[in-house]
């Protein structure tokens, strides 16, 4: 069975930086997906944030874009998220998953944007 283990989050003041890691472990090499982050605000449903196809290639939600940088380690079996310049409306849960089809959810990690 795929497992994704999230990590990395935080409490971080406006304008802070955190690196978010998710590996897979079970029958997955993320290197022949699309991977993807997403999160899920208070309150609010869960959206996608960041991809990475196979090819490399990487796509951004217009919220986060430039601010934010999706990456991978096909040796570590590991989905990465840079997040500079952070902001108040970056608080939520991140999670990752393939983008074609969801495997089970891993439980997230908190990252919490605020002064």
Known sequence: ???FT????GLVQPGGSLRL???ASGNIN???YIMAWYRQPPGKQ???VA???????TWYALSIK???TISRD????TVYLQMNDLESEDTAVYFCNRFDRFEPWGQGTQVTVSS
Request: with cysteine; proline share 0%.
């Open 66 to 68: 430039g601010r934010f």
């Open 1 to 3: 069975q795929v497992r």
């Open 74 to 77: 096909g040796a570590k079996n």
């Open 6 to 9: 999230e990590s990395g989050g």
């Open 51 to 57: 991809r990475i196809f196979s090819g490399g290639g």
């Open 30 to 32: 993320i290197s022949n």
């Open 21 to 23: 890691s998710c590996a």
């Open 46 to 48: 869960r959206e996608l």
